[in-house]
């Protein structure tokens, strides 16, 4: 494919992209395909001679897209939402033709400073501390990660560095692995399975902090695991706080965690991955108080703030912190303006890869576009339209509401046993009409309501109540049949 080509393929490919998007609405919102569908439709080895783009082309319609989940469908409610939008896919064709891997400043200067910058665009608009901000002189700073689970790792390897050596300098007669079997890092029951697995890729323990029955974890609750853990002579040296938990989206309670995180010399992260663009409003921001106690905060752009994926915001209030903990620096990597201060010159120690893509274009194309006002605007939308699909549960006393709804996530269940609301969601997610996922609040099987599309409207909120309460209904009946029978 030479460039001529290319002008003409592209445009093909853009129309095909905008005819997706704007007809999705059309597409059943989950595939209708079994595991394995996909390797029967193509050949076996790749073919020896090179095929058309046509021929290509065509295959997108037969072979890939009976396989996709619509996650930009108006039907789409499950997890949370994946932000796209047509600038920062605009920006992402850029980034893919620009394809510098920019994993020092020397390697794509542009691609370090304008993620810099944009970290500290984000920080501002979100009304972080100074602290976290790079600036011109700042000793903290931003980075974009892959996603909220590489956020989490880094900065509990961080904290594990930072540790063993204070305890090292304390007690040098301890050897690395005496500190390393004794430190343990903390996480609400309520948060991410992606905390633990950082846990257990950083080689240390990890223990649940109990929620109460709001699904917050408060001081109190933290302090008394703290205070056994120290008595028996373990060493607690991390705890993920979560602002918006994956089940519920409950908030942990900052200003009581906080201080006791930094009095007891414990890192805190705050894994903020969905609810953190929200903080962009200022009726939303109270709900970041006590980030001020924090080492390290993320939340994810990608999933809330219509850049699409990947694109993890994180800031460090020390970035010494980070990079001191992952600095290497062969020959063929440093360059004669390796100590420019305030470039932050070597994103490939703030992060797992070496190589990284330029991202910030993303966020540079949308924050533009949308502007912040947009933005705002894109959130309490969804905000809106969740509270609307609260009051329509509300109106219907088969159904309760299990956490408090305080930004676009519902969770909800039909009064009654776990197997019922089983069977209510098997019966949502085979009719293929909306598409939904469970969690478990306590004991209760429930099932969240995320309001997730772009283009989602009221319309397709009510049509997606109308469709549960018909079920509803439906599996209600033939269930209280059944009982009768037996």
């Known amino acids: 494919m030479d460039a001529a080509e290319f002008r003409k393929r592209g445009k093909e490919m853009v129309d095909y992209i905008a005819d997706y998007l704007e007809k999705i609405d059309k597409r059943q919102v989950f595939p209708d395909v079994e595991p394995g569908y996909l390797r029967p439709l193509i050949p076996d080895c790749a073919p020896q001679n090179p095929e058309s783009f046509e021929d290509v082309f065509k295959d997108i319609e037969k072979i890939i897209m009976p396989g996709v989940t619509h996650w930009h469908s108006p039907y789409f409610f499950a997890y949370f939402p994946a932000a796209s939008s047509f600038p920062a896919l605009l920006a992402d064709m850029l980034c893919g033709g620009i394809g510098c891997v920019g994993f020092s400043w020397a390697a794509s200067p542009a691609c370090t400073e304008l993620e810099t910058v944009m970290l500290d665009w984000l920080g501002k608009m979100i ?3 100074e602290e976290f901000l790079a600036g011109k002189d700042g000793q903290g700073g931003g980075v974009i990660q892959g996603s909220a689970s590489e ?7 961080a904290a594990r560095t930072k540790t063993i050596r204070r305890v090292q300098s304390e007690k ?9 079997g004794r430190l343990v890092a903390y996480a609400s029951d309520q948060a991410h399975s992606s905390v633990e697995r950082a846990a257990l890729i950083g080689g240390v323990n990890i223990k649940n902090i109990s929620s109460d029955d709001t699904f917050r974890v408060g001081g109190s609750a933290l302090k008394k695991v703290l205070d056994e853990d120290k008595a028996s002579g373990l060493i607690p040296f991390f705890f993920c706080a979560t602002l918006g938990t994956t089940s519920c989206c409950s908030f ?11 009095k007891e010399n414990i890192w805190m992260h705050i894994d903020a991955a969905y609810a953190g663009s929200a903080f962009i409003c200022p009726e939303f921001r109270h709900l970041l108080n006590g980030v001020e106690f924090a080492d390290s905060f993320n939340f994810n752009p990608h999933k809330w703030l219509l850049v699409n994926f990947d ?14 903990a992952f600095k290497l620096e062969p020959l063929y990597l440093q360059h004669h303006h390796q100590e420019v201060p305030f470039l932050l010159l070597g994103l490939q120690h703030w992060q797992i890869p070496l190589g990284r893509r330029f991202r910030s274009l993303k966020l540079w194309f949308v924050l533009r576009m949308y502007g912040v006002k947009g933005l705002q605007e894109h959130i309490r939308k969804h905000i809106r339209l969740s509270h609307l699909f609260e009051h329509l549960v509300l109106q219907d006393e088969r159904f309760e509401i299990c956490a408090e709804v305080i930004l676009g996530l519902v969770c909800f269940r039909l009064k009654g046993s776990n197997e019922v609301n089983e069977a209510l969601l098997k019966s949502i997610n085979e009719a293929k009409k909306i598409h939904l996922v469970p969690c478990h609040l306590g004991e209760k099987f429930v099932l969240r309501f995320a309001v997730c599309s772009r283009t989602v409207e009221s319309t397709h909120v009510k049509f997606a109540w109308q469709h549960i309460s ?3 209904t439906d599996l209600l009946k033939t269930w209280e049949q059944n009982h009768h029978q037996q």
Do not use: F, H, Y
């Open 127 to 129: 009304n972080l501390p």
């Open 151 to 157: 956020a989490t790792l880094m900065s509990l390897l």
């Open 172 to 180: 040098p007669e301890l050897t690395e692995a005496d500190i390393m």
């Open 252 to 262: 942990d309670k900052l200003l009581e965690l906080g201080p006791i995180c930094n």
């Open 311 to 324: 694109c993890s915001a994180m800031w460090v209030k020390k970035r010494s912190d980070l990079t001191g």
């Open 470 to 472: 018909q079920l509803a």
